[in-house]
């Protein structure tokens, strides 16, 4: 059995990490760069790495992306810049993950200081949330040499970084290394800090001279189904969180049942396989090819020997001594693109533990609390980013609307450092009025 803690990346050897840097073209307007959200200048960090630059190269990635440490372990490369670089029709595209998780292993390591404040300004802003987008805000902004302020509900910054994304991706070690590399900077932090129940959202706009909202998304939405209150049925993100922070008491038996098939159920079934599951399965009310996982997520899923199960929908769960016993389920099917439940192919399946992983919900009540405009939950927020309260600002998955934006880390950071820039722009034009 693999150890919940055993990282699924292996570091590059010095010669690999030779080789692969020295076969990259530093093509001209590289599609690389283009194809990362956070347009990291990706042939001149590697062409650092060639010529023995580790410390520059570490400090080009992370200057374009202060999440840089874990976009080298969670980052879709296939999907992003090693999905569009041109080694790519050959299939051995460079490995250009690697090679930044070599680079910025290399800073972490070395402790050297990477970035300075700038001169202050006089302006301080309040980040709610500590997460990926208002981590790579705050950090932005310090460059800038506002003041910043971040609060989060939680005892730790990262966001899903420390709390949501299993430990064989990423550690917590490094999520709290990229945080404290904000901290180092000058941010201030109130961490435990609930905005909207510890401290009103009044209150921040009367003592901050702009506000970035990047409070993410909530928990696991429920299935609505009987028998959901038992013992033995987990939420996701909150079984996630207890395993990452070693505080996971619960009982998950031999038999698992994970209801979704996105990559938030990729973790859980790959974290409850490594917690010793014998038999861990998804079920998924649509088909294979409608999944929402990354196809190297399914991959790494099959490897690790989990099930799927398809066109099963759950109806309610059934209790055998007090706790998730079984999942009674029906069987669907798709006609003419509509999902439709097939009468009389109901069956049961004996588990002992369901997870349910069907995606986030949205913060609605919190961010309506907040005064902003939503749609369907999503702050509603104008090209730089600002909500349609003057001097509030939003990044990251609180944006996050399908169709138009990504839920991932990278474009996390790329959303706080715009966010960075517009109240940047908003505080010095502020300034120039009151003058
Ligand atoms: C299980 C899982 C696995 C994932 N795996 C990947 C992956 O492999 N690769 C990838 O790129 N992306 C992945 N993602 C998505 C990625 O984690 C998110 O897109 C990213 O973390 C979004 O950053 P954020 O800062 O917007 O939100 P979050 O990371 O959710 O951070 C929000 C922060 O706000 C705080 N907060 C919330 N409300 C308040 C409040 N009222 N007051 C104060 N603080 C508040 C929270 O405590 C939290 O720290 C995964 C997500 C999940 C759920
Ligand atoms: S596209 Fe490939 S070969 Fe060209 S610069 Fe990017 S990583 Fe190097």
Redesign the pocket.
């Known amino acids: 059995m693999t150890a919940l803690g055993d990282s699924i990346h292996k570091s590059l050897t010095e010669l690999e990490v030779k080789l692969e840097a020295n076969r990259c073209l530093y093509c001209y307007d590289a599609p690389c760069m283009n194809a990362c959200p956070t347009h990291i200048d990706v042939a001149s960090f590697i062409s650092k790495i060639a010529q023995g630059n580790i410390k520059g190269s570490a400090r080009d990635i992370l200057s374009a992306n202060p999440m840089g440490a874990s976009?080298a372990r969670?980052?879709?490369t296939d999907e992003l810049c090693e999905g569009a670089c041109v080694y790519r029709k050959d299939d051995s595209p460079i490995r250009i993950g690697d090679l930044q998780r070599f680079a910025v292993d290399w800073a972490m390591r070395s402790g050297d200081r990477l970035f300075e404040p700038g001169a202050p300004t006089g302006k301080h802003v309040a980040v709610?949330?500590?997460?990926?987008?208002?981590?790579s805000t705050a950090r932005d902004l310090r460059l800038k040499g506002h003041a910043v302020t971040i609060?989060?509900?939680?005892d730790e910054?990262?966001?899903?970084?420390t709390?949501?994304?299993?430990p064989f991706?990423?550690s917590t070690e490094v999520a709290l290394w990229e945080a404290q590399q904000v901290v180092e900077l000058g941010a201030e932090v109130r961490a435990g800090?609930?905005?909207?129940?510890d401290v009103p959202f009044e209150s921040l706009l009367d003592g901050f001279d702009a506000v970035v909202i990047?409070?993410?998304?909530g928990s696991v939405p429920r299935l609505g189904i009987d028998g959901e209150d038992l013992d033995g049925v987990w939420d996701?993100?909150d079984f996630?969180e207890r395993v990452k922070t070693g505080t996971f008491a619960g009982e998950l038996g031999d038999r698992v049942a994970v209801i979704g098939a996105g990559?938030?159920a990729i973790?859980a079934l790959t974290c409850a396989k490594r917690l010793g599951a014998e038999r861990v399965t998804a079920y998924y009310r649509r088909g294979e090819s409608q999944m929402s996982a990354y196809g190297f997520e399914y991959e790494f899923a099959k490897q690790e020997n989990i099930e799927f199960r398809f066109f099963c929908m759950p109806l309610r769960i059934l209790a055998r001594d007090g706790r998730a016993g079984a999942i009674e389920f029906a069987r669907t099917e798709l006609r003419q693109g509509a999902l439709r439940r097939v009468e009389g192919r109901e069956f049961v399946e004996p588990v002992t533990a369901v997870i349910r992983a069907i995606g986030?919900s949205r913060?609605e009540a919190?961010l309506n609390a907040f005064g902003v405009e939503t749609e369907s939950g999503v702050v509603r927020v104008d090209d730089d980013l600002a909500t349609t309260r003057r001097g509030v600002f939003a990044?990251?998955?609180?944006i996050?609307a399908k169709g138009t934006r990504e839920?991932?880390?990278?474009?996390?950071a790329e959303q706080g450092k715009l966010a960075a820039r517009s109240v940047d722009a908003y505080v010095n034009a502020e300034r120039r009025n009151d003058g």
């Open positions: 976009c969670v980052c879709p709610v949330g500590g997460g990926p987008a208002g981590l609060f989060d509900a939680h910054l990262g966001g899903l970084n709390y949501g994304i299993v991706r990423l800090v609930r905005v909207g129940e990047a409070c993410g998304m996701a993100l996630i990559n938030t973790d986030q913060l919190t990044a990251g998955d609180c996050y839920a991932m880390v990278v474009e996390a």
